[in-house]
């Protein structure tokens, strides 16, 4: 009797532990949300980085990139062109190179350019965001093991965690989370059935 009721005690603190501890790191929220599961908390994280402008200014709903910390619409004329790569004559990498340019405060890595329309992201909820990305029909043709490589490997991706500095030289802001912190949730999520709360 006692020897049981000591495992219970045992297991409610293990089970109590466990929550708190993956719910502990969820930024300026100091509440634990213990009624989050482990892949929501993760996808939560994942949201929470794909919503932000470094990804967003790039994914927009129109024809122009955004830009700025209040991703306004894209100076000095610059549209999507064909495929993403602007006009012609006047192409992204025109201006941005395979590397960041802080002297100039361009942003750079390799094979810059505009996501295509049916990976627009701009105006829509994270659950609309989350099925788009999932859906190869608009995703580019992807599996989600692609998109899991793509999330976690991606040269534009990685990019937003070193975004270098803007034209008055000050450092453009970085997603909510770490890098390191950010595969782990992708993978986590993914590995845990990449599943989408409801709205
Ligand atoms: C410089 C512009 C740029 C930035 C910045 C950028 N992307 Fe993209 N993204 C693209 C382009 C272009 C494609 C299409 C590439 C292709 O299909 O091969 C794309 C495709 C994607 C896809 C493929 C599937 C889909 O439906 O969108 C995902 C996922 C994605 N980006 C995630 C991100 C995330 C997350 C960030 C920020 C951490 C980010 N992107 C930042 C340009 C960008
Ligand atoms: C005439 C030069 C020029 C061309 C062409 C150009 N850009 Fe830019 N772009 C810039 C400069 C300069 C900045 C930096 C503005 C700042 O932050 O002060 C910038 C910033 C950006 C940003 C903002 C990054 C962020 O998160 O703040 C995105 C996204 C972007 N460009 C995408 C594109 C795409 C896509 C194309 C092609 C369709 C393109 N640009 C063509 C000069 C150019």
């Known amino acids: 009797m006692k020897r049981s009721a000591s495992k219970y005690i045992l297991l409610s603190c293990?089970?109590?532990?466990v929550s708190l501890g993956l719910t502990s790191f969820e930024g300026e929220d100091t509440?634990?949300?213990?009624e989050l599961s482990l892949d929501q908390s993760s996808f939560d994280k994942v949201m929470r980085v794909?919503?932000?402008k470094r990804c967003m200014n790039c994914h927009p709903s129109g024809n122009t990139p955004r830009q700025g910390e209040d991703s306004h619409l894209?100076?000095?004329?610059v549209q999507r062109g064909v495929d993403g790569n602007g006009l012609a004559g006047y192409t992204c990498n025109t201006c941005h190179q395979a590397e960041n340019n802080n002297f100039a405060g361009v942003p750079g890595a390799p094979h810059w350019a505009l996501a295509p329309n049916s990976m627009a992201w701009e105006g829509k909820s994270r659950v609309e965001i989350a099925k788009q990305i999932m859906d190869p029909a608009r995703n580019g043709g992807r599996s989600t093991d692609d998109i899991l490589k793509h999330l976690t490997e991606d040269e534009l991706v990685l990019w937003a965690w070193e975004p270098g500095v803007n034209g008055e030289g000050e450092a453009?802001?970085?997603p909510p989370i770490g890098k390191e912190e950010w595969i782990a949730a992708v993978k986590d999520w993914i590995a845990n059935g990449a599943?989408?709360?409801e709205e």
């Open 74 to 77: 894209h100076h000095l004329g």
């Open 172 to 174: 453009r802001e970085l």
């Open 14 to 17: 293990l089970i109590l532990g």
């Open 31 to 34: 509440i634990p949300k213990v």
């Open 50 to 52: 794909i919503t932000h």
């Open 195 to 197: 599943l989408i709360p």
